[in-house]
């Protein structure tokens, strides 16, 4: 089994001409079992992976730690493999965030559990950001567990799951914020769980649960006086 650990805090700041330019990129790419890999980011314009370069992580009993500190931050990442422990903490707002697992269809993403906090930090209250979320793109996940929490207004956020056991929890605080949740698959034995709990204004839920049997929403929306929230819930057994 192949031990790979890192622990990489970068803070790079660089101007051009009489403007200043920002810049603070960080790609990995890794293959291997029993992956330790923690990244801290402190800065302005942070970016792990990007949409034409994602961070890659391939193999099994991996640790993803992922602290981000600053506005506009770009988090792309595709892990792969079996038995991913997934945390990433994110300050500040313009935030862009997408994780896959299984992307190819050669690993598996069962046992995998990943949890995303969206944050404030002072002025800046995690506002604007978008999150993509798709686990068991091509083969189904079993065993999966998605907690996402965020703190700020106008987020978008697509969460697709496919496989049995793939508990999928967001809490939210602000408004005018978007949920796309698609669990998919596998139904039966708590297969399907999807549990939101929003408070804030112009809120936006779009909620389908597919498969045989299960289907669990619990659905907990708090708004002020005279606000708007649009729910739609679609459930197949």
């Not at 001409?17 to 079992?33: F, K």
Request: aromatic share 6%; glycine share 10%.
């Amino acid at each position: 089994m192949r031990n790979f650990k890192a622990f990489i805090f970068i803070l790079f700041l660089g101007a051009v001409s009489t403007l200043p330019v920002y810049s603070n990129d960080i790609y990995v790419t890794q293959s291997g079992a029993g992956l330790n890999l923690d990244i801290i980011q402190d800065g302005i314009n942070n970016v792990i992976g990007s949409s034409s370069a994602a961070v890659s992580l391939i193999g099994t009993s991996m640790n993803y730690s992922v602290t981000q500190i600053g506005a506009t931050n770009v988090l792309t990442s595709d892990v792969e493999g079996a038995s991913a422990s997934i945390d990433m903490d994110i300050t500040g707002d313009s935030n862009d965030v997408v994780l896959k697992c299984d992307a190819t269809g050669n690993y598996s993403c069962d046992n995998w559990n990943v949890d995303i906090d969206i944050n404030d930090s002072g002025s800046a209250t995690g506002d604007s950001s978008n999150i993509d979320i798709d686990v068991g793109t091509i083969a189904n996940s079993d065993d999966s567990d998605v907690t996402l929490q965020i703190l700020g207004d106008s987020t978008t956020a697509n969460i697709d799951i496919d496989g049995a056991s793939s508990p999928v929890s967001v809490t939210s605080t602000g408004s005018t914020n978007n949920f796309q949740i698609d669990v998919d698959g596998n139904g039966d034995s708590a297969g399907h769980a999807v549990t939101i709990v929003h408070t804030g204004s112009g809120a936006t839920y779009d909620v389908v649960q597919s498969g045989a049997y299960d289907s669990i929403l619990n659905l907990t929306v708090n708004t002020a006086a005279g606000a708007a929230a649009d729910v739609d819930i679609s459930q197949t057994q």
